[in-house]
Structure formats: structure tokens, C-alpha cells
């Protein structure tokens, strides 16, 4: 869903997942004006309207992104909301696997040369060519 505010011309862009069925506030990222957002099955139950509100209300939930007129990203503490992860402790390092539920061989660490007895990637490594 898209919230533009009619103050400044931010576009909001309120993810899905979240506000898939939401009934509380939002806050526009650069304007600061709170807005009440009921929102069910991915669709707005009315059009959001402009309310007093603090950033402690329990109930606030800030856009995903958020954009300027002129296509500039709005960011910062307070403005927009984190991005998902998918888990909590996965920073963008690989989890130590080495074999699947299938004990087949996967790529989740280096692999050494005894890891590839027998396959075809340790002659490819060693340039040999299999009998």
C-alpha cells in the first residue's frame, strides 16, 4: 500500500506482510504527521486521516520505505522500519553445512580435497580427467 501525505508529498510505502491486516498508526518519514491506517486483507478498510499521536504510542508501526518527490530515499532512526531478516541470528554468513537432509555434498564452508573424494569437482580442481 502506498500512503502519500498531502503536507509534504512523501510516498510511504507500507509493506504487505505488516500491514496486512493492521488497525493502529503510522507515521509519514518526513513530515512526522501521524495517521490512522485500519487496514484488512491487504486492503484499506478507509482512507487514512491525520491524528495526533507520539513515537512511544504502542500501536505505530513505521513504513518499510519511503521516498521524497523527487525519488530520494527517506532514512534514518525513526523515519522507516529495519528490513525483515529471515532469521534472527543470519547476518550474511553461511550456516557450517556440508551435506543435505540427503547426504549429498553442498557448499556451505570451503570444501577440502577429502570432502571430494569420488566427485566430479575434485577432478575438475586437480585437472584430471575421470576413468
Known amino acids: 500500500m502506498l500512503l502519500k501525505c498531502?503536507?509534504?508529498?512523501?510516498?510511504?510505502?507500507?509493506?504487505?506482510?505488516?500491514?496486512?491486516n493492521f488497525k493502529g498508526k503510522t507515521k509519514c518519514a518526513g513530515c512526522d504527521t501521524f495517521y490512522a491506517v485500519e487496514i484488512a486483507t491487504g486492503s484499506?478498510?478507509?482512507?487514512?486521516?491525520?491524528?495526533?499521536?507520539?513515537?512511544k504510542d504502542p500501536d505505530l508501526l513505521l513504513p518499510g520505505f519511503a521516498d521524497t518527490?523527487?525519488?530520494?530515499?527517506?532514512?534514518?532512526e525513526g523515519k522507516t522500519?529495519?528490513?525483515p531478516r529471515a532469521r534472527a541470528d543470519v547476518y550474511g554468513k553461511p550456516k557450517p553445512i556440508v551435506r543435505n537432509s540427503r547426504g549429498r555434498l553442498v557448499a556451505g564452508r570451503p570444501l577440502t580435497p577429502a570432502d571430494l573424494v569420488g566427485s566430479r569437482a575434485r577432478?575438475?580442481?586437480?585437472?584430471?580427467?575421470?576413468k
Open 81 to 83: 522500519r529495519p528490513a
Open 69 to 76: 518527490p523527487d525519488n530520494k530515499p527517506v532514512m534514518g
Open 123 to 130: 577432478y575438475v580442481v586437480e585437472g584430471k580427467e575421470p
Open 44 to 55: 484499506p478498510m478507509r482512507a487514512p486521516r491525520p491524528i495526533n499521536g507520539t513515537p
Open 6 to 20: 498531502p503536507k509534504c508529498g512523501v510516498k510511504n510505502y507500507l509493506d504487505p506482510y505488516p500491514f496486512w
